[in-house]
């Protein structure tokens, strides 16, 4: 079993739906989650970072983590044709560990227009 | 301003061959990681360059894997002997600034590599 599992999709959404992404993990010692955004052909690039638990909200971006049932969320609202790209969580345990993140193997989303 | 590059962007090679990708990090940034990304596969981390630490090499896979980084910025990973389940793209971030403790990573754009 992998430490991280994403569900790969594809995802296919019209413009302006709501998208929710998501991503469970069996590593109890995992303080911070990540949301990166791929674009074809591209690097990974950082889209949200939260520490422990609860909520954090950016434009039309929301993170959500619960580390009590092992699960972290992003949701997009009123998404775009922008928004095409792949969605990778990632997390690690903490300052000792930082260097090293763990990915999940990434989401593809398509917002059609 | 420049982010990370890297250099080839793809490169084709036959079995057996060996092949050095090449990674310049954002100027200034002290950590250097190599990951290495298959096809519906997350990343997967290779190996990680903290300033003048000995580097952390616990993600390499094998020992035809190896990798340097000369002065503290340009850093270059070797594959010997390659295979075909060597073909992925291999990406290469960099970082600076910490976030609670946690070193935000920049991303370069990737070599795709392909052994025939």
């Known amino acids: 079993q992998k430490e991280v599992e994403q569900d790969p999709g594809p995802l296919s959404v019209p413009e302006g739906a709501i998208v929710s992404l998501n991503c469970t993990y069996s590593?109890?010692?995992?303080?911070?989650f990540m949301w990166y955004r791929q674009y074809s052909r591209k690097g990974p690039e950082l889209l949200m970072y939260t520490y422990s638990s609860g909520n954090k909200e950016d434009g039309r971006f929301t993170a959500q983590v619960d580390k009590s049932s092992k699960y972290i969320s992003l949701f997009i609202r009123d998404s775009q044709p922008s928004d095409s790209a792949t969605y990778l969580c990632?997390?690690?345990?903490?300052?000792?560990?930082?260097?090293?993140?763990?990915f999940g193997s990434g989401t593809q989303l398509t917002v059609l227009p | 301003g420049a982010g990370v590059s890297q250099s080839p962007s793809n490169k084709v090679t036959e079995k057996g061959k060996d092949v050095e990708l090449r990674c310049d990090p954002i100027?200034?940034?002290?950590?250097l990681y190599w990951y290495r990304q298959s096809l519906g596969q997350g990343l997967e981390f290779l190996i990680y360059?903290?300033?003048?630490?000995?580097?952390?090499k616990s993600g390499l896979p094998s020992d035809r894997f190896s990798a340097e980084r000369t002065g503290g910025s340009v850093s270059t990973l070797t594959i010997q002997r390659t295979q075909q389940e060597d073909s992925a793209v291999y990406l290469c971030?960099?970082?600076?600034?910490?976030?609670?403790?946690?070193?935000?990573?920049?991303f370069g754009p990737g070599t795709r590599l392909l052994v025939l």
């Open positions: 590593n109890s010692a995992f303080q911070y």
């Open positions: 971030a960099s970082s600076l600034a910490r976030i609670s403790g946690q070193e935000t990573q920049y």
């Open positions: 360059f903290q300033g003048n630490s000995a580097p952390d």
């Open positions: 100027s200034g940034h002290t950590a």
């Open positions: 990632a997390m690690s345990a903490g300052p000792g560990s930082a260097r090293q993140l763990t």
